[in-house]
Nanobody
Framework: QVQLVESGGGLVQAGGSLRLSCAAS????????MGWFRQTPGKEREFVAA????????LYADSVKGRFTISSAFPKNTVYVQMDSLKPEDTAVYYC???????????????WGQGTQVTVSS
């Protein structure tokens, strides 16, 4: 069973930065995609960003383009999302996910982390 462990969430003021990390337990995900999603109470889960291990391709939600940067460190099986210029509307629980295809569709991701809270104060 693949495990994904997120870290790096917290409380930050608007305009500040945070970096989230997601560590995968198995090297078999080398050829797969890793994504970040977020969710707030009463709303559907929302795509944030994703990266392909093999080709390094990336996808971003329009709401975070130019502010968030996703990257990967293969030897560590870890994916990061650097979040800059944070806004109060970025407040959510952020989830890491892994799947076979680089996509914005959360239904295509097979494994999920437990989530980490990000709170941006105004």
């Amino acid at each position: 069973q693949v495990q994904l462990v997120e870290s790096g969430g917290g409380l930050v003021q608007a305009g500040g930065s945070l970096r989230l990390s997601c560590a995968a337990s198995e090297r078999t995900f080398r050829r797969d995609a890793m994504g970040w999603f977020r969710q707030t109470p009463g709303k559907e889960r929302e795509f944030v960003a994703a990266i392909s291990w093999s080709g390094g391709g990336t996808l971003y939600a329009d709401s975070v383009k130019g502010r968030f940067t996703i990257s990967s460190a293969f030897p560590k099986n870890t994916v990061y999302v650097q979040m800059d210029s944070l806004k109060p509307e970025d407040t959510a629980v952020y989830y890491c996910a892994a799947g076979p295809l680089l996509t914005t569709d959360d239904g295509r991701y097979n494994y999920w982390g437990q989530g980490t809270q990000v709170t941006v104060s105004s």
